[in-house]
């Protein structure tokens, strides 16, 4: 099952526009409805959809799109946020739960979640969310069950591997728990990575937002993802102004999400046709409510309560339910349309119909009894719940959480997971001391291990071995398979890569008011760093040091001789001060450090060298001198020693 997520309130009635009430329609929102001539006209239900809802009428005529009209629930609260958390907990109005009804639909049909997850049975997330955080709808009463996806081809492990054990208390509950969702996540996010770079999609998505999410779950879903449930979202749905363009009511905000909506639904549905995958999926919209019936004058409409809730796919029941909204003839602005149908109606049906469900359920998810309506057609049960409905199952009676094939036949897999691949790096360029090895979670079988670029054949277990380690490999790309003796279909495949270490890099910055120099390195983790003679270790890729007055040799190597070196020479210079300036005629030089002599050096402007002295330094460190030799005007000072590299302006007056 697939959600979406319209967030900010879908105006209902700009998006199915009951047309035999079109009069009425005009006279109470003159600022936003459309042009008659312009709905989509579904023929004999007197109903019609937004234009921008192109598709959407095709999806109707060939039986893959169920409408529902007049969804919400009773005593509607106005609330943005509290209004979706009723949706996402399945609460009454006055009732507030921390739990949302995936979460606890979830935690039903997996007690043991999250401790015994992953495992062979359930390899792949319970649900996959698109966005950065978990939505209420997702926490379950002691854990979040889904997994947030926002682009798989960047994940990287949240943490290293470790098995830490905590103190028997509360802290330590809290630590084992943080422990165990640190694990899960990074093999459920090696799974994604690796499902959504075998997966494909036959049909381009929309460059937008929602076009990029899908293009994920479709990729997920054609690439053999386990994982049942996911939730994209497209936000910008509270049109209080600007919802159609005052020229042109098809077009403005409202259009342009319906817009996205209509094409990322339709390319969904073609890349799942594509994939003979259609028949599998069920997708679903909700918004937290629709909008009034009365436009305002900012060409938007207000928050309201009911609207309508589409449903695709290829197993639908697809007659409309519910009768169309009615319009008063002088509706005010507090008029709103009436309920027909409580979400939760919706819910149970979809979890009785669609999705795999016990004796206990409907109780723990939805805590009451709610009536339900026909949803999808009676011949799409799923006994066994894995995914095949009856009439294409050919093993009805797959254990839960079974990963199967078309047929609904269980197949033998193994999580990624179960094989833990660390590579060394060969040393330097033409060295052939790479190193591959391979820890194995699950000890049971018997593996055959392969690298089919050098003929390389291994039968673990051997020997009482550990783990397995192949040695003396070059640098290179090495394709690692992995089979196990009696399931002649499984295969895994992983892509090694032997690196060589890179060249040492640096980038240096010397600041000469505060004599400090700062190098940021790479190319390895343990530098050598050599500063005027001494040497010191440095675990870090970045360095600061202080500076001599004077020259500053500094050498950065690594263990590796191959990843060479780098070397700079920096001068820094005591900061020489001349009083008083404008000179009249003794110039006072105010010298510090240790230099006993001093190179002066005095240019004109235009840089023409007029006097050379050189100066001795008294121990007050003030040297005297005599300029009225000078003419009036501007000069160039320019000093040298051992410490010092100089050159100042000075006025002589």
């Not at 959504?196 to 879903?221: A, D, H, K, M, W």
């Not at 036949?409 to 591959?436: H, M, Q, W």
């Not at 398979?481 to 890569?497: A, C, H």
Request: charged share 20%; aromatic share 10%; net charge negative.
């Amino acid at each position: 099952m697939v959600l979406i997520k319209l967030d900010g309130g879908n105006d209902g009635l700009n998006t199915l526009i009951p047309l035999d009430q079109l009069s009425n329609l005009n006279t109470a929102r003159p600022h936003v409805i459309l042009p008659e001539s312009k709905i989509l006209d579904l023929g004999t239900h007197d109903l019609g959809f937004h234009p921008a809802l192109s598709d959407f009428p095709a999806f109707f005529e060939e039986n893959r799109l169920k409408i529902i009209q007049n969804v919400g629930y009773p005593n509607p609260d106005f609330s943005h946020f509290r209004s979706m958390d009723i949706w996402q907990t399945a609460s009454d109005s006055n009732e507030y739960f921390s739990s949302g009804w995936l979460g606890r639909y979830l935690e039903n049909q997996h007690p043991s979640f999250p401790e015994a997850y992953p495992n062979d049975s359930y390899p792949h997330p319970l649900a996959v969310e698109m966005g950065w955080s978990a939505s209420l709808a997702f926490t379950g009463g002691s854990s979040f069950t889904s997994f947030i996806a926002r682009n798989p081809t960047e994940f990287a492990e949240i943490i290293s591997d470790f098995d830490n054990v905590f103190p028997s208390n509360r802290n330590g509950e809290k630590l084992t728990y943080l422990n165990l969702i640190a694990k899960q996540a990074n093999v459920y996010g090696e799974e994604i990575k690796r499902i959504y770079e075998t997966g494909s999609n036959s049909v381009e998505y929309p460059n937008n937002n929602l076009g990029g999410q899908f293009e994920i779950v479709s990729r997920l879903i054609n690439g053999g993802l386990n994982t049942r449930i996911y939730m994209v979202d497209l936000g910008d749905f509270d049109t209080h102004d600007t919802q159609t363009d005052k020229s042109d009511k098809t077009k403005g905000q409202h259009a342009a999400l319906l817009q996205q909506l209509n094409d990322c639904v339709t390319s969904f549905i073609k890349n799942l046709d594509a994939a003979g995958n259609s028949d599998r999926v069920l997708t679903m919209t909700f918004s937290e409510f629709g909008r009034t019936i009365v436009s305002n004058g900012s060409e938007g409409t207000d928050h309201g309560t009911a609207a309508p809730l589409f449903l695709f796919g290829n197993r639908l029941n697809y007659e409309i339910l519910g009768k169309n909204p009615v319009i008063p003839s002088n509706a005010q602005w507090q008029d709103n349309l009436e309920m027909e149908f409580d979400f939760r109606s919706i819910y149970a049906s979809v979890i009785n119909q669609w999705m795999t469900k016990n004796e206990t359920t409907l109780d723990d998810t939805l805590f009451k009894n709610f009536k339900e309506y026909p949803i999808i057609q009676g011949s799409a049960a799923d006994v066994d719940g894995d995914g095949v409905l009856n009439e294409q199952d050919q093993c009805n009676e797959t254990p839960i959480g079974a990963i199967v094939d078309a047929s609904g036949c269980a197949i033998f897999v193994l999580p990624v997971s179960n094989y833990r691949i660390k590579t060394n790096s060969a040393t330097c360029e033409g060295k052939d001391n790479g190193r591959i090895t391979v820890e194995f979670e699950n000890k049971t079988h018997t593996y055959q291990v392969e690298i089919m670029e050098n003929e390389f054949n291994f039968t673990y277990p051997k020997d009482s071995v550990e783990s397995l380690e192949i040695e003396d490999l070059d640098a290179g790309n090495y394709t690692l398979k992995f089979t196990v003796d009696g399931q002649p279909d499984y295969e895994q495949l992983f892509e090694i890569e032997i690196k060589e270490p890179p060249a040492l890099a640096a980038r240096a910055s010397v600041n000469h008011k505060r004599k400090t120099l700062s190098v940021n390195l790479s190319g390895s983790k343990t530098y050598l760093v050599n500063l005027n003679g001494e040497t010191q270790t440095l675990e870090q890729s970045h360095l600061q040091v202080d500076l001599i007055p004077g020259w500053n040799e500094i050498k950065v190597s690594t263990p590796l001789s191959c990843q060479g070196t780098y070397e700079k020479r920096v001068f820094v210079s005591e900061e020489v001060v001349i009083s008083p300036n404008p000179v009249e005629e003794i110039m006072q030089l105010h010298v510090p450090g240790t230099d006993r002599n001093l190179e002066m050096k005095i240019f004109s402007q235009n840089g023409h060298l007029l006097d050379a002295v050189n100066l001795k330094v008294p121990s007050p460190r003030m040297i005297r001198w005599n300029s009225s030799h000078l003419q009036t005007g501007i000069y160039l000072v320019q000093l040298q020693g051992t410490t010092v590299k100089q050159t100042l302006k000075i006025i002589k007056k």
